[in-house]
């Protein structure tokens, strides 16, 4: 079983577009994350849910909208998709419980805007 | 000011040597936590190593040890015993804030490691 599953894996679409990336995690854990990793590797904060509230909210332009039904899902949706929105995005999960608070991510999405 | 500061964009180990992947950091908190992650080309983020702020031992975890000097701020993983399979991009995170609330991980720009037999 995946603990944290996100799809789909490969996305491809044009600009101008509207997509969405789902992610579940099976952990039990009750914060949330999305994270872009860009072209050169660099990994950035989006956003943080914390038992579906909206908890950390980078600099992300509001074409980027998360929704958490529940505290097991976290979504991505991405309206007007613009070329530099190409990057791979990640999904996380963490316990509070845990000593560690280590993220468990999820095996990324590949966004690639034409 | 960059919080997480790798150094190294590239490193080069042959098979079975040790070799230690320098990671800096940079806060103010009292409560910190520090990790290591590893990315193969398939492109998964693998958790490797944690050490707390407040630890006084360094960490191990089987190859992997962290290199903790909480004074010069540097967090550096060692993998000793190096093997094929370690050829990947390895980022340093932290966690400030650890009993303050939520926070998240910042990463540093992360090392390819390179394994030759």
Not at chain 1, 72 to 100: K, M, P, Q, W
Not at chain 2, 30 to 39: H, N, P, R
Not at chain 2, 67 to 75: E, P, V
């Amino acid at each position: 079983d995946t603990a944290v599953s996100q799809t789909p894996k490969y996305l491809v679409t044009q600009m101008g577009n509207d997509k969405s990336i789902k992610c579940e995690q099976n952990l039990g854990h009750d914060t949330m994350y999305w994270y872009k990793q860009d072209s050169k590797k660099f990994l950035k904060i989006m956003f943080s849910y914390n038992n579906k509230e909206l908890i950390i909210n980078e600099t992300v332009p509001n074409r980027f909208s998360p929704k958490s039904p529940d505290k097991a899902h976290l979504n991505l949706h991405i309206n007007s998709l613009e070329l530099g929105d190409s990057a791979v995005y990640f999904c996380a999960s963490s316990g509070t419980r845990s000593s560690t608070g280590e993220l468990f991510f999820g095996e990324g999405s590949r966004l690639t805007v034409l | 000011a960059q919080k997480i500061t790798q150094t190294q964009p590239g490193m080069f180990v042959q098979e079975k040597e040790a070799v230690t992947l320098d990671c800096t950091y940079d806060t103010s908190d009292q409560s910190y936590g520090l990790f290591w992650y590893k990315q193969p080309s398939s492109g998964e983020m693998i958790f490797l190593i944690y050490q707390g702020s407040y630890d006084e031992q360094n960490a191990t975890e089987g190859r992997y040890s962290l290199n903790f000097q909480k004074a010069r701020k540097s967090a550096n993983l060692v993998i000793s015993a190096s093997q094929l399979g370690d050829s990947a991009m390895y980022f340093c995170a932290m966690r400030e804030g650890l009993y303050s609330g939520y926070s998240t991980l910042t990463f540093g720009k992360g090392t390819m490691l390179l394994v030759s037999p």
